[in-house]
């Protein structure tokens, strides 16, 4: 199944190309970028990301996108949907996911982006539920989170079951969204 194409007043969200593996790579290996994922990645790790990323796409038929501004850029990060990989309270379920460039931080791309990915979610995949969680000191994303009208119920934070316990990461805040009415 060829993955869609959203594209918002700003931004495009497009399926993945060879030509953005080199900057998927920078932006994995950037310290500010991954300062709430477990470790920064190296070129190979993140070309087998990138793999993931395509294989989630061909097999469900959505994922996370590649971002683009068109005209200014041509890769400026990823956002979209992927199903959880890991068993918790909430699972099976839907994420809604972003990694952006450090230089486009703070301008509204994530929420921009995330926008239009939730309206697929809702309106194409007719899904009735998406999360997204991460670290609570994370708060650049909790911020689009509670900008998408995502809300947490802090009795079902969670202990990343893919970290080791006692790792600084481990605890997570549980976001969720449901289908509008």
Known sequence: MKPATLQTSRLLLRPWRDADLPDFAA????????????AMLTRAESDSA????RDHFA???FGRWAVEIPGISDFIGFVGLHHVAFTAPFTPCVEIAWRLAAPHWGQ????????????FAFETLQLDEVVAFTVPTNTRSRRVMERLG??????EDFEHPKLPPGHPLRHHV???CTRPA
Not at 27 to 38: G, I, Q, S
């Open 50 to 53: 990138a793999a993931a990323l």
């Open 108 to 119: 509204g791309y994530a929420t921009e982006a995330a926008q239009a990915a939730l309206a």
């Open 27 to 38: 932006l994995n290996a950037d310290p500010r970028v991954m300062e709430f994922m477990p």
């Open 150 to 155: 995502m809300t947490r119920n802090p009795g």
């Open 59 to 61: 097999r469900h038929g």
């Open 174 to 176: 549980l976001y969720r």
